[in-house]
């Protein structure tokens, strides 16, 4: 099965990654003229996404493949959003290992 794939090394590298890009954000503050709501979504996003990456890393601890599966695919899903708007606020590259604006 595709959920038997998944692994706690990988699943934790990624939260990590999504922490750090969020951090870095966060630190770089809004860019000018940029809408703060969008801004405070943005950072809200990688936070809960690296939330919802460790609960499916204690998923994966606990031999819950399936509940890790969703769990991920939801943070994922959190960081893609996350990505779009801090392209949209003038990111030119969302690798998560670092923005650069």
């Known amino acids: 099965m ?18 750090a890009a969020g951090s870095q954000l966060e630190a770089l503050g809004p860019p ?4 703060s709501d969008r801004y405070a979504k943005m950072i809200a996003l990688y936070r809960k996404s690296a939330i919802y990456h460790a609960l ?28 779009g708007i801090a392209t949209d606020l003038g990111a030119t ?3 998560r290992f ?3 604006t």
């Open 2 to 19: 595709l959920v038997d794939k998944l692994d706690a090394p990988h699943v934790k590298r990624h939260g990590f990654a999504i922490i």
């Open 98 to 100: 670092g923005m650069v």
């Open 56 to 83: 499916a890393v204690r998923q994966l601890d606990k031999g819950g493949a399936g509940n890790a599966a969703f769990l991920y695919g939801a943070a994922l899903g959190m960081a893609d959003k996350a990505d």
């Open 32 to 35: 000018p003229g940029a809408d």
């Open 93 to 95: 590259d969302c690798a």
